[in-house]
Protein backbone atom coordinates (compact mmCIF):
# COMPACT_ATOMS: atom_id res chain seq x y z
CA UNK A 1 0.00 0.00 0.00
CA UNK A 2 2.60 2.53 -0.71
CA UNK A 3 1.74 5.75 -2.61
CA UNK A 4 4.80 7.66 -3.93
CA UNK A 5 3.22 11.12 -4.68
CA UNK A 6 3.96 13.20 -1.90
CA UNK A 7 1.54 16.07 -2.71
CA UNK A 8 -1.97 13.79 -1.39
CA UNK A 9 -3.68 15.56 1.23
CA UNK A 10 -4.49 12.77 3.59
CA UNK A 11 -2.42 9.58 4.07
CA UNK A 12 -4.94 6.51 2.93
CA UNK A 13 -3.67 3.34 3.57
CA UNK A 14 -6.08 2.81 6.44
CA UNK A 15 -8.69 3.33 4.17
CA UNK A 16 -7.21 1.06 1.24
CA UNK A 17 -6.82 -1.47 4.39
CA UNK A 18 -10.36 -1.46 4.77
CA UNK A 19 -11.04 -1.50 1.10
CA UNK A 20 -9.13 -4.40 0.76
CA UNK A 21 -6.76 -2.58 -2.16
CA UNK A 22 -3.23 -1.51 -2.63
CA UNK A 23 -2.04 1.70 -4.51
CA UNK A 24 1.21 2.21 -5.88
CA UNK A 25 1.55 4.84 -7.84
CA UNK A 26 4.94 6.69 -9.74
CA UNK A 27 6.70 8.68 -12.52
CA UNK A 28 5.02 6.03 -15.42
CA UNK A 29 2.03 4.49 -14.18
CA UNK A 30 -0.60 4.07 -11.25
CA UNK A 31 -1.92 0.74 -10.73
CA UNK A 32 -4.82 0.22 -7.64
CA UNK A 33 -5.34 -3.76 -7.18
CA UNK A 34 -7.40 -5.83 -4.96
CA UNK A 35 -6.31 -7.58 -2.40
CA UNK A 36 -7.29 -10.59 -0.44
CA UNK A 37 -6.92 -10.16 3.71
CA UNK A 38 -7.67 -13.61 5.47
CA UNK A 39 -8.62 -11.22 8.50
CA UNK A 40 -11.39 -9.38 6.89
CA UNK A 41 -14.45 -9.97 7.91
CA UNK A 42 -16.03 -10.76 4.52
CA UNK A 43 -13.22 -12.90 3.28
CA UNK A 44 -13.57 -14.98 6.67
CA UNK A 45 -17.13 -15.58 5.87
CA UNK A 46 -15.63 -16.67 2.38
CA UNK A 47 -13.47 -19.33 3.91
CA UNK A 48 -16.27 -20.30 6.08
CA UNK A 49 -19.19 -20.91 3.02
CA UNK A 50 -16.17 -22.96 1.75
CA UNK A 51 -14.82 -24.75 4.94
CA UNK A 52 -18.86 -25.86 4.59
CA UNK A 53 -18.51 -26.63 1.18
CA UNK A 54 -16.06 -29.00 2.02
CA UNK A 55 -18.08 -30.49 4.35
CA UNK A 56 -20.88 -31.04 2.94
CA UNK A 57 -19.36 -32.54 0.07
CA UNK A 58 -17.47 -34.99 2.64
CA UNK A 59 -20.57 -35.88 4.22
CA UNK A 60 -22.15 -36.77 0.43
CA UNK A 61 -19.97 -38.89 -0.53
CA UNK A 62 -18.90 -40.82 2.62
CA UNK A 63 -21.42 -40.41 5.18
CA UNK A 64 -24.72 -40.26 3.03
CA UNK A 65 -26.49 -43.51 2.52
CA UNK A 66 -29.68 -42.54 0.56
CA UNK A 67 -28.95 -41.97 -3.42
CA UNK A 68 -31.31 -38.80 -3.27
CA UNK A 69 -29.56 -37.33 -0.05
CA UNK A 70 -25.29 -37.60 -2.01
CA UNK A 71 -26.57 -36.04 -4.98
CA UNK A 72 -28.69 -32.96 -3.51
CA UNK A 73 -25.88 -32.52 -0.98
CA UNK A 74 -23.35 -32.98 -3.71
CA UNK A 75 -24.71 -30.67 -6.07
CA UNK A 76 -25.38 -28.03 -3.06
CA UNK A 77 -21.98 -28.48 -1.89
CA UNK A 78 -20.36 -27.63 -5.46
CA UNK A 79 -22.89 -24.60 -5.80
CA UNK A 80 -21.77 -23.22 -2.80
CA UNK A 81 -17.64 -24.10 -3.55
CA UNK A 82 -17.93 -22.74 -7.18
CA UNK A 83 -19.54 -19.19 -5.55
CA UNK A 84 -17.16 -18.99 -3.11
CA UNK A 85 -13.98 -19.84 -5.70
CA UNK A 86 -14.71 -17.50 -8.22
CA UNK A 87 -15.75 -14.51 -5.23
CA UNK A 88 -12.02 -15.25 -4.32
CA UNK A 89 -10.85 -15.26 -7.35
CA UNK A 90 -12.36 -12.03 -8.14
CA UNK A 91 -10.78 -10.57 -5.17
CA UNK A 92 -7.48 -12.03 -6.23
CA UNK A 93 -7.52 -10.74 -10.23
CA UNK A 94 -9.05 -7.03 -10.04
CA UNK A 95 -6.88 -4.20 -10.89
CA UNK A 96 -6.55 -1.10 -12.43
CA UNK A 97 -3.60 0.01 -13.70
CA UNK A 98 -3.46 3.57 -16.14
CA UNK A 99 0.34 3.95 -18.41
CA UNK A 100 0.99 5.80 -21.58
CA UNK A 101 -2.63 6.86 -21.98
CA UNK A 102 -4.13 3.56 -21.61
CA UNK A 103 -6.20 1.98 -18.68
CA UNK A 104 -6.20 -1.56 -18.39
CA UNK A 105 -8.58 -3.01 -15.67
CA UNK A 106 -9.78 -6.21 -14.78
CA UNK A 107 -13.28 -5.95 -13.05
CA UNK A 108 -15.52 -8.92 -12.16
CA UNK A 109 -13.04 -11.24 -13.70
CA UNK A 110 -13.24 -9.57 -17.33
CA UNK A 111 -9.94 -7.87 -18.59
CA UNK A 112 -10.38 -4.72 -20.90
CA UNK A 113 -7.63 -2.33 -22.21
CA UNK A 114 -8.70 0.78 -23.26
CA UNK A 115 -7.04 3.58 -24.96
CA UNK A 116 -7.82 7.05 -23.89
CA UNK A 117 -8.77 9.64 -25.79
CA UNK A 118 -10.28 13.14 -24.80
CA UNK A 119 -13.81 11.83 -25.24
CA UNK A 120 -13.52 9.98 -22.18
CA UNK A 121 -15.03 10.49 -18.48
CA UNK A 122 -14.40 9.10 -15.37
CA UNK A 123 -17.40 8.93 -13.12
CA UNK A 124 -17.44 7.72 -9.26
CA UNK A 125 -20.56 6.58 -7.59
CA UNK A 126 -21.19 5.87 -4.13
CA UNK A 127 -24.31 4.26 -2.69
CA UNK A 128 -25.15 3.10 1.35
CA UNK A 129 -26.42 -0.50 1.47
CA UNK A 130 -28.69 -2.04 3.90
CA UNK A 131 -28.47 -5.37 4.35
CA UNK A 132 -31.19 -6.57 6.70
CA UNK A 133 -31.40 -9.91 8.85
CA UNK A 134 -34.52 -11.77 10.34
CA UNK A 135 -35.24 -8.62 12.75
CA UNK A 136 -36.30 -5.41 11.42
CA UNK A 137 -34.43 -3.31 13.27
CA UNK A 138 -30.91 -5.01 12.79
CA UNK A 139 -28.41 -5.25 10.06
CA UNK A 140 -25.30 -3.72 8.41
CA UNK A 141 -25.03 -0.77 6.39
CA UNK A 142 -22.02 -0.65 3.27
CA UNK A 143 -20.79 2.11 1.32
CA UNK A 144 -19.97 0.81 -2.05
CA UNK A 145 -17.75 2.87 -4.60
CA UNK A 146 -17.16 2.38 -8.04
CA UNK A 147 -15.38 4.71 -10.39
CA UNK A 148 -16.89 3.86 -14.21
CA UNK A 149 -14.85 5.05 -17.31
CA UNK A 150 -17.19 6.62 -20.12
CA UNK A 151 -16.02 6.58 -23.64
CA UNK A 152 -18.34 7.87 -26.54
CA UNK A 153 -21.76 5.39 -25.77
CA UNK A 154 -19.42 2.82 -24.05
CA UNK A 155 -19.57 2.61 -20.40
CA UNK A 156 -17.26 0.28 -18.02
CA UNK A 157 -16.81 -0.65 -14.56
CA UNK A 158 -12.97 -0.04 -13.68
CA UNK A 159 -12.97 -0.42 -10.07
CA UNK A 160 -15.53 -1.41 -7.08
CA UNK A 161 -14.89 -1.58 -3.74
CA UNK A 162 -16.79 -2.04 -0.41
CA UNK A 163 -16.63 -0.34 3.28
CA UNK A 164 -18.72 -0.49 6.79
CA UNK A 165 -20.90 2.68 6.84
CA UNK A 166 -18.61 4.46 9.17
CA UNK A 167 -15.56 4.56 6.72
CA UNK A 168 -17.74 6.12 3.79
CA UNK A 169 -16.30 9.19 4.33
CA UNK A 170 -13.20 8.14 3.79
CA UNK A 171 -13.90 5.64 1.50
CA UNK A 172 -16.13 8.30 -0.86
CA UNK A 173 -12.49 10.56 -0.79
CA UNK A 174 -10.41 7.66 -1.49
CA UNK A 175 -12.62 7.52 -5.17
CA UNK A 176 -12.26 10.65 -5.86
CA UNK A 177 -8.57 11.11 -5.32
CA UNK A 178 -8.42 7.53 -7.50
CA UNK A 179 -10.48 9.59 -10.75
CA UNK A 180 -7.99 12.66 -10.37
CA UNK A 181 -5.08 10.93 -10.24
CA UNK A 182 -6.12 9.07 -13.19
CA UNK A 183 -6.62 12.55 -14.67
CA UNK A 184 -3.57 13.40 -13.88
CA UNK A 185 -1.64 10.61 -15.26
CA UNK A 186 -3.79 10.87 -18.39
CA UNK A 187 -3.14 14.62 -19.07
CA UNK A 188 0.67 13.83 -18.52
CA UNK A 189 0.85 12.32 -22.11
Known sequence: MEVERSHYNMDFSSILKKANLSLNSDAE??????????????????????GISLFLFY?????????????????????????????ILKQLKDFLEIYNGRIKFSNTLKDKEVNLNSAFK????SDIIHVKTRRSSSGSYFCVVELFLKINDEKFRILDFEVDKKDSKEAKKLGKEIKKMILEKVNEV
Open 122 to 125: IKVK
Open 59 to 87: ISVFKAKETGAQIFLMILSIAILVFTVLV
Open 29 to 50: KIRVQSKFYFTDRGNIGLIFFL
